[in-house]
């Protein structure tokens, strides 16, 4: 069996001669926190439904703990919560769950019900109907939806599209639980800031490929160094924090009086707009 | 998951939202209101045929079968309204909705799903079919006195029609949307039924082939073709000036098929059922 959680091989997915994926290849560890990140139209939303078995790939393959991608045993291991996320409006939130828990098979009870309500913020909701829901409750209830059966891989397609700010720090949360207890997760984000807080690692796809890759920090490059002095406030590109002592020190020599000196880190955001190329969906 | 155990609790589900929904609060009243004047007009028609015409008619039989001839298209349609209703966006419908994928992304196929979906939907709809048939034959034996022959071989059939509705919207919400199923069910619905028509008007002007194509429309849309089998059924027996008069009237479409047609149903439903779960299959979602 693979240790991988997602193996993803040169997916292709086309639609008629449109390529929505032209060769992913992208892996996701157990207990590791993946943020797929990219424009609209990218192709991000096709590989999450292509890992889950909703959309049939053109090509390449896609393994889930070794199994293929859509098959029952990788279904049975996977939560998944859409971004076109709907539930029944005529249901109460303990019967969606208890709906999904005997789909997946789990022996969980009303014990696994009222502790994934209360995972997702929503302690005594159990019998309140979708259709009072707001949107965001509604979105919380569907990932305690996808956390039925506790899934080893979770795929989230924009999981926090409906939250509040502080929704979205619950969801942080739960994230970083679910990693520290070894479940895989890919999260399909357009959130930067989000996907920069809570990932372990960055993939940014655009027209169907993987243009980037790898930690948020690693992708962050240095953008310089920013000094003050009595010369007035500049920017010296191509240094980094290491170069301080020595740029202060020449600054000193040359007789610039020196008040302030930060180095400059390029941010998740600098690093996403260089490789879509300011591309928007 | 078992795959009849996820049928099982899908259809239940599906149960579920039916009466959630009150499908059956609204499908009753309506109902309830049909049967009312269906009683008011066969109790003023039973009290408008004690004219004897001699030997020749029976004016009693004539206006029961008449009336039991139409309240079966009633009903069938009736149930057919309510298995387009029920399952027109099972496929597309709810997947465009986002109904759809958090189930199917479960450990269940898709066959299940589409199963528990029909199975809900023809067991909902057969006992409507059933409940407002047994209405009409108590109403009609309160108020004339008189009830048709095989009645319950008529309703089985009646159910089974139903049925087969059920079974083509479902493979029709697989490519359609909620909207273009509902009216493409609709026109198959009407096509079948004015084929029966067709076939009447063949068989009036002894056109053999209008007669023979129009009967095989009905096979090709088989609720028709049960529809008939069950009028003819509830006529057998009558003989003489009696049938010739019922015949002209809605039993004229009818047209014993014998058990060779529940064969042909159960292979139809079941190359319906294949060739929906074949495209639901190949259909992103």
């Known amino acids: ?281 | 998951m078992n795959g009849l155990r996820a049928v099982w609790v899908l259809a239940l589900w599906a149960l579920r939202e039916s009466v959630r929904r009150r499908v059956f609060l609204v499908v009753g009243l309506l109902t309830a209101g049909f049967i009312a004047l269906f009683a008011l007009g066969s109790s003023v028609a039973f009290a408008n045929t004690k004219t004897s015409y001699g030997d020749l008619v029976d004016a009693h039989e004539l206006a029961g079968a008449t009336l039991n001839g139409l309240a079966m298209f009633a009903i069938l349609f009736l149930g057919c309204v309510l298995a387009t209703f029920l399952t027109l966006s099972v496929v597309r419908g709810d997947a465009e909705a986002g109904l759809l994928q958090p189930l199917v992304v479960r450990p269940v196929g898709r066959a299940q799903v589409l199963l528990a979906r029909w199975l809900a939907a023809a067991v909902v709809c057969a006992a409507y079919v059933a409940i407002i048939d047994g209405a009409v034959l108590i109403t009609l034996r309160v108020t004339g006195d008189w009830s048709p022959e095989h009645a319950l071989g008529a309703a089985l059939l009646l159910m089974l029609a139903v049925a087969v509705v059920a079974a083509l919207c479902v493979l029709g919400s697989v490519a359609l949307s909620s909207i273009a199923n509902g009216i493409a069910t609709f026109m198959l619905l009407g096509a079948g039924m004015f084929a029966g028509l067709l076939a009447q008007v063949g068989h009036g002007i002894g056109n053999a082939s209008l007669e023979h194509t129009a009967h095989v429309v009905s096979w090709a849309l088989p609720f028709e073709a049960l529809y008939q089998d069950g009028l003819a059924r509830t006529t057998a027996g009558q003989g003489g000036a009696t049938k010739f008069l019922v015949n002209l009237g809605p039993f004229g479409g009818g047209h014993e098929a014998g058990n060779v047609l529940l064969l042909y149903v159960a292979g139809y439903l079941v190359l319906v059922g294949a060739l929906s779960v074949v495209a639901t299959g190949r259909r992103d979602l």
Not at chain 1, 229 to 258: H, K
Request: net charge neutral; glycine share 12%; aromatic share 4%.
């Open chain 1, 1 to 281: 069996m693979s240790a991988l959680a997602l193996d993803v091989r040169g997916l292709v997915k086309t639609y008629g001669r449109q390529y929505a994926l032209a060769g992913v290849d992208l892996t996701v560890a157990p207990g590791e926190l993946v943020g797929l990140l990219g424009p609209n139209g990218a192709g991000k939303s096709t590989l999450v439904k292509s890992v889950c078995g909703l959309v049939r790939p053109s090509s390449g393959t896609a393994t889930v703990f070794g199994e293929r991608a859509g098959s029952r045993s990788a279904r049975t291991a996977t939560g998944y919560l859409a971004e076109l996320f709907r539930y029944p409006a005529w249901s109460t939130a303990d019967e969606l769950l208890r709906l999904h828990q005997r789909l997946a098979g789990s022996a969980g009870g009303a014990g696994e019900r009222a502790r994934l309500l209360h995972l997702v913020g929503l302690p005594g909701e159990a019998g309140r109907k979708v259709a009072t829901m707001s949107k965001g409750m509604q979105q919380r209830l569907g990932l305690a939806q996808a956390l039925v059966g506790g899934p080893r891989l979770l795929l989230l397609d924009e999981p926090t599209s409906a939250l509040d700010p502080v929704g979205r720090r619950l969801v942080r949360d739960v994230l970083g639980q679910l990693r520290d207890s070894g479940v895989a997760v890919l999260l399909n984000s357009h959130l930067l800031s989000e996907v920069e807080l809570v990932c372990d690692r960055v993939v940014i796809v655009r027209a169907g490929t993987v243009v980037a890759e790898g930690a948020p920090a690693e992708l962050a490059r240095p953008r310089g160094v920013e000094v003050d002095t009595d010369q007035g406030r500049r920017v010296i590109d191509g240094l980094t924090r290491d170069d301080v002592p020595a740029l202060v020190a020449r600054l000193v020599a040359a007789g610039e009086q020196v008040y302030a000196v930060r180095p400059l880190a390029g941010t998740l955001e600098d690093v996403y707009l260089d490789a879509v190329e300011g591309q928007t969906g």
